[in-house]
Nanobody, 114 residues
Framework: QVQLVESGGGLVQAGGSLRLSCAASRSIFSFNAMGWYRQAPGKQREWVATISSGGSTNYPDSVKGRFTISRDNAKNTVYLQMNSLKPEDTAVYYC????????WGQGTQVTVSS
């Protein structure tokens, strides 16, 4: 069964931290680059972070130095540690392969108050 389940979102003040988790089915996770994406209200979904099967990471400038992606291959789980959060980080966060496949999870809402 193809599945992606995100969790860990919430409401946090600017400057705070959150850690997101994504449990993926093995067919999605194994030997694939995984990533986090986000979609703010009225905006297109955008890429936030990538981690390769070997652990190499990549980030856009907007989150570089503040977000850290990691993965636990034994648990088919990918994480996103978000520090120094800003109001503009408010969005629904999703995980998926990189590049993404057609299946998306329900996402997890992150709201950063100023």
């Amino acid at each position: 069964q193809v599945q992606l389940v995100e969790s860990g979102g919430g409401l946090v003040q600017a400057g705070g931290s959150l850690r997101l988790s994504c449990a993926a089915s093995r067919s999605i996770f194994s030997f694939n680059a995984m990533g986090w994406y986000r979609q703010a209200p009225g905006k297109q979904r955008e890429w936030v972070a990538t981690i390769s099967s070997g652990g190499s990471t990549n980030y856009p400038d907007s989150v570089k130095g503040r977000f850290t992606i990691s993965r636990d291959n034994a648990k088919n789980t990918v994480y996103l540690q978000m520090n120094s959060l800003k109001p503009e980080d408010t969005a629904v966060y999703y995980c998926n392969r990189v590049p993404p496949i057609g299946t998306w999870g329900q996402g997890t809402q992150v709201t950063v108050s100023s």
